[in-house]
């Protein structure tokens, strides 16, 4: 599905450019699937950041990565994401003794 | 220059309340920052207005027009009513022992920084910076939403950080197929929005759609469309209700800023016809979804929440029916909603604070308890739902106009279907839960003075521009049209 994409759509000449474009795409996917199937909170941000790196990996691979400065900005905020998000964890676990997300229930509707 | 001094207002203020250990004096020293920066920014507004509306753009990286001093303005309001509302609100909760006084000042601290990051973002001219800022105001609002630390407060914050930011990575996404398509088919290497509307009518048409829907379910998660809104009525529900006023009135509408942007540049390289499809699509799913969610609401908070993604569903529209005057007609109503529901938080805050509780069920007589705001809520109810002499029947009814004008006539019968439902919801439940009789539990509090000033700040703008738009207000929405339609005039297909 991933080649589909990149072969079609984005019309990839090069091999290289085409196979980097295709497993990024593929990380990506992966990424999402461990979210979605995963119920422990830690898993949970394990896939966003699978995440990230297949979209870092399609932007080196398309066009040579994005300018500088907006890189270093953009680690910066992945960093300062995964300090607060472990931070949740440490609360999560605490209050429910547990980091499973699917004992999170009582807010429905 | 003058609109950088702006935003550094709520940035020194949270240094300040870090500096500063009595939450009274901070309460109102936050304010008073608050009231200054409403005021610098009316002038600006008036400045830039009378100045023919050029746009600023500053050493490339600020770019300031028509738009961002809307969604500018939009904020600083929003902003000045919450601030005001916290004194009296916080200082309550710390009176009572339910946070501490070191726990105020790290309130006050959050409330700031999440106030800076979302007057940043409209001034950003950097695609990425804004992605990056937007996320900025997810992982701040975070703490604020779990401020409490109870289980569900946690579980609110937690559900809020996980699907917004993998919301947004999906609109990550969507930069980054944009800056592909600029690089390689109109040759400009660079994320400036202003350099890349130059070369927009080169853009690769498939590289546009894909990236442009990644673009509307990313930004879209942040606003809360229809079906990414699940982590919105579970923060605006859990966090303190100055907060919810802010996340509701003004958070979502800051994404739709975002999406508005690319709007703009999809607009050049496709035509219209295929945004204008996709919002209404989006948009009327939202209003459906709200509507059959408030008629079996039992959660005060949660209630207001949903009738959020009605709105912004609303907004959407619109700003989909773009053509027709849709955008006039979609940001009126964005500014409209972001009063209206602020002011509707804050009354339900109060309601909250004294049953403690947020069930419908157990909220009853609010009018024997506490006549100010009882009445105050009654009157919003009336704003909200959109009857007449209020803003938000002008903005609902132009919408409506808009459809009509465009010949979506089937858009338009399921949306006055919807609207009439949640409009029926809401008038069922909140008329409960201000009449009848007050449970004898419950004694009659004391109504405080800083909720009374934000709630009548707030109500000059929903009565006032029901009855006059100022000449001001009107040119800057008009002027927001043409940004949206200028460009995509001369096409290059």
Known sequence: MSYIFAYKIMCLGKTVELAAFVISISTICIGSFIMVARMKALTQIIGLLVMENGIFLAASAIIGGMPFFVEIALFFDIFVFVIIIEIFVYKVNRLFTHIDTSRMKSLKG | ?493
Not at chain 2, 73 to 88: D, E, F, K, N, P
Not at chain 2, 118 to 123: G, I, R, S, T
Not at chain 2, 200 to 229: E, Q, R, S
Request: with cysteine; charged share 10%; proline share 3%.
């Open chain 2, 1 to 493: 220059m003058f609109i950088l001094l702006i935003i550094l207002i709520p940035f020194v203020l949270s240094l300040l309340a870090l500096a500063i250990k009595k939450e009274k004096i901070l309460g109102i020293i936050n304010a008073f920052g608050y009231a200054i920066l409403f005021g610098m920014c009316l002038l600006f507004t008036k400045n830039f207005i009378s100045g023919g509306s050029v746009p600023i753009n500053l050493w490339k990286t600020f770019y300031i027009d028509s738009l961002s001093v809307f969604f500018i303005l939009t904020t600083a309001i929003v902003a000045l009513a919450a601030s005001i509302y916290s004194v009296g609100y916080i200082g309550v909760e710390v009176k009572e022992g339910v946070i501490s006084a070191r726990k105020a000042g790290g309130y006050f601290h959050l409330f700031n920084l999440f106030c800076f990051t979302m007057l940043v973002v409209p001034l950003l001219n950097n695609l990425a910076m804004v992605w990056i800022t937007i996320e900025m105001t997810t992982l701040v609002s975070a703490f604020l939403v779990g401020f409490h630390n109870v289980k569900e407060s946690i579980e609110a914050a937690w559900k809020y950080i996980i699907i917004c930011s993998v919301g947004i990575t999906f609109a990550l996404l969507g930069v980054i197929f944009f800056y592909y398509t600029s690089s390689v088919n109109a040759g400009i290497n660079s994320l400036n929005w202003t350099r890349m509307i130059e070369g927009a009518h080169l853009f690769d048409h498939n590289v546009v759609k894909i990236a442009f829907l990644f673009i509307i379910v990313g930004y879209g998660t942040k606003a809360g469309l229809a079906p990414m809104h699940n982590w919105l009525p579970d923060a605006h529900s859990q966090a303190l209700s100055p907060i919810s006023g802010l996340l509701s009135g003004v958070l979502l509408k800051i994404s739709l800023y975002a999406i508005l942007r690319f709007v703009i540049l999809a607009n050049i390289a496709l035509g219209y016809a295929f945004c204008s499809k996709l919002l209404i699509i989006f948009g009327l799913f939202s209003v459906a979804v709200a509507a059959g969610f408030i008629l079996v609401q039992r959660d005060l908070k949660r209630l207001l929440a949903y009738s959020s993604v009605e709105n912004i569903g609303l907004a959407t529209l619109g700003i989909g029916l773009g053509p027709y005057g849709g955008i006039f007609a979609g940001l009126l109503h964005i500014f409209n909603h972001a009063v209206v529901k602020a002011f509707m938080f804050f009354c339900a805050g109060e309601a909250v604070r004294v049953y403690r509780t947020n069930s419908i069920f157990k909220i009853r007589g609010m009018l024997q308890c506490m006549p100010f705001t009882a009445v105050a809520m009654f009157l919003g109810l009336f704003a909200l739902v959109g009857l007449p002499p209020f803003a938000i029947f002008i903005s609902k009814l132009s919408i409506i106009i808009s459809a009509f004008k465009g010949r979506y006539y089937f858009v338009s019968a399921l949306m006055l279907i919807f609207i009439a439902l949640a409009f029926a919801g809401l008038l069922h439940h909140i008329t409960r839960v201000i009449l009848g009789n007050k449970p004898q539990t419950v004694e009659r509090p004391k109504e405080l003075l800083s909720t009374k000033i934000a709630l009548l700040f707030l109500g000059i703008f929903i009565l006032g521009l029901g009855l006059w738009t100022p000449p001001v207000f009107c040119d800057l929405l008009t002027n927001c049209q043409k940004i949206i339609f200028s460009f995509a005039e001369n096409p290059g297909h």
